[in-house]
């Protein structure tokens, strides 16, 4: 493999475990009682002042009148709040076998709106990796109020990957990114006002914004240094992150159908390496 694309590979990787390392605070958080509003408001806002001296540009003033940043952002807020209700009473692990539902509604969508080229051998790996989220939150036979929100944030993390791709001409990566800590935390600004607990948990929160922020940081450097098609299998190594969180913190683990899905889930996610010919460095 080149070098650029090995180094992308890492910094990928260390990114999708930062993610679900964040949402691990969000769930103590919120199973102690704190409104996932909150927490979701507190992460856009903290992430927002960690990032803008580092980032702050004018041309991301451009980006903010744009009506696509606004709907993309919008469905950001949806996936994050809707997922931190999961987490409130689920096991993390859990939570994000369901939650990968959305790079499945994404192809779709991807086919569909915007007129990306399907593959035969790509929707038999999506239909084993939905076979696999069925495993996890067992539809009709053990399925819980936060599986369905977990599955619910899937379908939104799905339209947000679509909608990712359909604004990334608009701007550059860390621009945009600015863009949706900022709409992201105007957005969810009168909930978590109202729901600023009594005792503020203010050590989770710096660990649920900076994780969250430094994850979504480096997803933009692995793109800078490799394509989309290369790196999209490594967003599966968040279930990797997501077992164990749950384990370390919460002494969680899956039981057997939901481990034998998300393992389902992850080869799946990854068999993708094997459809896509040598990468070219661009």
Request: proline content about 6%; glycine content about 10%; charged content about 10%.
């Amino acid at each position: 493999m080149d070098a650029r694309y090995l180094q992308a590979a890492l910094i990928m990787s260390l990114g999708m475990l930062l993610i679900p390392f964040g949402d691990t605070a969000g769930k103590m958080m919120t199973s102690a009682g704190v409104a996932p509003l909150f927490v979701a408001w507190t992460r856009y806002g903290l992430g927002l002042v960690l990032l803008i001296p580092f980032v702050w540009d004018r041309a991301i003033l451009g980006l903010l009148k744009d009506r696509r940043i606004w709907l993309r952002s919008a469905v950001q807020t949806v996936t994050i709040s809707t997922i931190l209700t999961a987490l409130k009473t689920e096991p993390i692990a859990n939570v994000f076998g369901a939650f990968f539902l959305g790079p499945m509604v994404s192809y779709v969508l991807s086919v569909w709106l915007l007129k990306e080229r399907g593959s035969l051998a790509r929707i038999l790996l999506l239909l084993i990796g939905l076979a696999g989220v069925f495993l996890v939150v067992k539809p009709g036979f053990g399925m819980t109020p936060g599986l369905g929100w977990a599955l619910v944030s899937g379908c939104f993390y799905g339209m947000f990957l679509t909608a990712s791709r359909w604004v990334q001409p608009l701007g550059k990566p860390l621009h945009l990114l600015l863009s949706q800590l900022a709409i992201g935390a105007l957005l969810l600004l009168p909930f978590g006002v109202a729901q600023i607990p009594a005792d503020i948990p203010w050590g989770l929160m710096f660990w649920s914004a900076t994780a969250s922020m430094f994850g979504n940081l480096f997803l933009v450097f692995a793109y800078a240094r490799a394509g989309a098609s290369f790196l999209a299998p490594f967003v599966y190594m968040q279930l990797i992150g997501a077992a164990a969180y749950g384990f370390v913190f919460f002494g969680n683990w899956p039981d057997p159908l939901a481990a034998i899905g998300i393992a389902v889930i992850f080869a799946s996610g990854f068999a993708n390496l094997f459809l896509r010919s040598s990468p070219r460095a661009p």
